[in-house]
């Protein structure tokens, strides 16, 4: 199979795929795979594999293809190629949960010339944190309909989240609605489950409980369904808040005590600052001072291991909603520490800022 025909069928797959013949769309991709002679048509429908097995949440798979992509890209000897199909690698190990091979993976798209890689902060700063899936919806909408709907649903999350937490609880809902209604569409499981997440969190937002626990079951069975630990992670702990909303701290122990396993399993340290922020409060209401304290210490263990605090005035980041600023050497500080401070330089390692970046 030539370079013209490989062209022709991989748009048939993408065709079938975008009208939700996915089973289809992967039998025509993998027969281009398998026939093609054409290097650069190869690697352009491994990615078309991998991001399918993505969305449908086979990460095997996803892995799978994301190592043969690696190979291809070597073939072809072009660095742009090379970057792309590492950060498929490193995207495949993180759905896996391999997170050191993430990061190994992410540092070597770092040291390749022209790399761009987008990080988030799990910080407090909503405002922030809103402002990017807005201007995301606007580039979708900008593009039209032909644009592809997952980036629309994306940003729609995205948005969904973010106001939840600024407690836009309708705004919200509506966001996650239309995330949800595409994510249907298109068959995106691990979507639909974040969004039945979201949904739960809203309903608890709004002391709803009753609506929150069918939505974080169904959030569950999908998450452990595609094997998404971290998501898995996320439900254990909504589930632990709505029990305090009901003064069951015992059975929010339960959940926060699974929540645990599968966080220390994993080496998630954000996960286990959340379990101890939990457990706090759920101890100091209990009047348990031991348990209180053992969970104060592993917090604040936690944040120094992060680093989780502002290099300036030494408090945590994450505890309120505070403006946050980071350099380009990937320190953060408050953007009032930062102002106050008046210096020209990052506070931590003295390193020359140059048009400081909002997080």
């Known amino acids: 199979m030539g370079q013209d025909q490989t062209k022709q069928q991989i748009e048939k797959g993408l065709q079938l795929y975008q009208s939700n013949q996915t089973e289809k769309a992967l039998q025509v991709w993998l027969r281009v795979l398998e026939k093609t002679t054409d290097a650069a048509g190869r690697f352009r429908v491994l990615g078309c594999l991998i991001t399918a097995h993505s969305e449908m949440g086979r990460y095997k798979d996803m892995l799978k293809f994301a190592v043969v992509q690696i190979d291809t890209a070597r073939e072809l000897e072009d660095p742009d190629y090379l970057t ?8 495949s190990n993180e759905k896996l949960c391999e997170f050191q091979k ?3 993976y992410c540092k070597t798209c770092l040291n390749m010339q022209g790399t761009t890689v987008s990080m988030q902060l799990n910080g407090q700063d909503y405002e922030k944190a809103l402002f990017f899936p807005c201007k995301a919806a606007e580039l979708v909408n900008d593009y039209g309909k032909g644009w592809s709907l997952k980036y629309r649903a994306m940003s729609q999350y995205y948005m969904a989240v973010a106001y939840r937490k600024l407690g836009h609880l309708a705004d919200a809902m509506e966001c996650c609605e239309e995330s949800m209604k595409i994510a249907l569409q298109h068959g995106d499981r ?11 969190d809203i309903h608890r937002s709004r002391m709803d409980v009753q609506t929150a626990f069918p939505r974080y079951d169904s959030s569950m069975s999908i998450m452990t369904e595609i094997g998404n630990r971290l ?20 059975k929010a122990l339960e959940s926060i005590e699974k929540a645990h396993e599968l966080a220390e399993g994993l080496g998630n340290k954000l ?4 379990i101890h922020c939990l457990c706090e409060g759920i101890y100091r209401a209990k009047g348990q001072q ?16 992060m680093e989780l605090y502002c290099g300036m005035c030494g408090e945590s980041i994450g505890d309120q909603n505070h403006q946050l600023q980071a350099l380009p050497c990937s320190h953060v500080f408050h953007l009032k520490c930062l102002q106050t401070n008046g210096t020209r330089g990052c506070p931590n390692c003295r390193r020359a800022s140059v048009k400081p970046g909002f997080v």
Not at 190 to 200: D, Y
Not at 235 to 245: F, H, S, T, Y
Not at 271 to 274: Q, R, S, T, V, Y
Not at 290 to 305: A, I, M, P, Q
């Open 102 to 104: 993430t990061i190994s």
């Open 231 to 250: 998501g898995q992670i996320q439900v254990l702990l909504g589930v632990a808040k709505c029990w305090v909303i009901q003064k069951e701290p015992d």
């Open 271 to 274: 996960g286990l600052l959340k």
């Open 190 to 200: 691990p979507l639909q489950a974040q969004c039945l997440l979201c949904f739960a």
């Open 290 to 305: 031991r348990e209180l304290r053992n969970h104060v210490v592993k917090f604040h263990e936690c944040v120094e291991e």
């Open 84 to 91: 792309e199909s590492y950060l498929n690698l490193a995207r």
